[in-house]
T-cell receptor, first 112, second 114 residues
Framework: GEDVEQSLFLSVREGDSSVINCTYT??????LYWYKQEPGAGLQLLTY???NMDMKQDQRLTVLLNKKDKHLSLRIADTQTGDSAIYFC????????????WGAGTKLIIKP | DVKVTQSSRYLVKRTGEKVFLECVQD?????MFWYRQDPGLGLRLIYF???????EKGDIPEGYSVSREKKERFSLILESASTNQTSMYLC?????????????FGDGTRLSIL
């Protein structure tokens, strides 16, 4: 069945770039999403990309999509302590108008 | 601005109680969702609704039911709460989704069943 995989943890130094990776199995994905969850809070949409795009940039965030390898990444430039959170990727399949397939989330840890 | 409001941030209930979790959105969205979130498991869909009085089971509907009498409100009901339903519950809403419009989430309800 469909699956989305992420590493559970990523540790980076403050000021460095963070790259959070996500792989998915279903090639019929239409949209792919990145959400951020701060401790004790709900999920906040960061960005999303249509599957016919390779890249999307929004200020410090860059999303790269390699459709051939079914690989999605989120790069955060100049990582700050406020970026410490859990980051979820999710995909929406072509035959679904509603449901998303979610990764387990990557906890980003910032070292001073 | 998009707003999804869950009625409680924290809730403590006893085993066997009937528990209601309420969610309200002010964006006139057709779709509403209930998820539970457990460490290392990501988000798992319990139920979703694509219109008033319409509902569909998600991946883990056992032990839960839902109600959508008005477009803006989606309720999750634990018929007889059990300790394995201790979790973070997240409500979300979205437009019909033809153009990939994302889901918007509430702040979550952390439910403890004793």
């Amino acid at each position: 069945g469909e699956d989305v995989e992420q590493s559970l943890f990523l540790s980076v130094r403050e000021g460095d770039s963070s790259v959070i990776n996500c792989t998915y199995t279903d090639s019929s994905s239409t949209y792919l999403y990145w959400y951020k969850q701060e401790p004790g809070a709900g999920l906040q949409l960061l960005t999303y990309i249509f599957s016919n795009m390779d890249m999307k940039q929004d200020q410090r965030l860059t999303v790269l999509l390699n459709k051939k390898d079914k690989h999605l990444s989120l790069r955060i430039a100049d990582t700050q302590t406020g970026d410490s959170a859990i980051y979820f990727c999710a995909e929406r399949l072509v035959d679904s108008n509603y449901q998303l397939i979610w990764g387990a989330g990557t906890k980003l840890i910032i070292k001073p | 601005d998009v707003k999804v409001t869950q009625s409680s941030r924290y809730l403590v209930k006893r085993t066997g109680e009937k528990v209601f979790l309420e969610c309200v959105q002010d964006m006139d969205h057709e779709n509403m969702f209930w998820y539970r979130q457990d460490p290392g498991l990501g988000l798992r869909l319990i139920y979703f609704s694509y219109d008033v009085k319409m509902k569909e089971k998600g991946d883990i509907p056992e032990g839960y039911s839902v109600s959508r009498e008005k477009k803006e409100r989606f309720s999750l009901i634990l018929e007889s709460a059990s300790t394995n339903q201790t979790s973070m519950y997240l409500c979300a809403s979205s437009p019909p989704g033809i153009w990939g419009q994302p889901q918007h989430f509430g702040d979550g309800t952390r439910l403890s069943i004793l």
